[in-house]
């Protein structure tokens, strides 16, 4: 299985579902980085041009946040991308 990384917020509600829906396709370790420090957030902002948390990485793919990632589940699409 791929690494996933993910921008969290303290708080954040979708960053919650977001590790929900991960946990049920088996991803059990996810590497966590706060963006609540400014710098972090304009690194995460730098990386993927969006201000919002969660934002997600699959290996080196940014997927984008909890509604993009629902989106590939329901697409067929979160399996493949999370498989080695």
């Known amino acids: 299985m791929k690494p996933v990384t993910m921008y969290t917020g303290r708080f954040c509600p979708y960053c919650q ?30 990386l993927t041009g969006r201000r919002t948390v969660p934002q997600i990485f699959i290996g080196d793919t940014p997927v984008g946040g909890f509604d993009d990632l629902r989106a590939l589940n329901q697409q067929g699409r979160l399996d493949e991308m999370l498989a080695d």
């Not at 579902?17 to 730098?46: C, F, N, W, Y």
């Open 17 to 46: 579902m977001a590790k929900m829906l991960l946990a049920q396709k088996g991803v059990h370790e996810i590497t966590e980085i706060s963006a609540d420090a400014p710098e972090v957030r304009a690194r995460m902002i730098e």
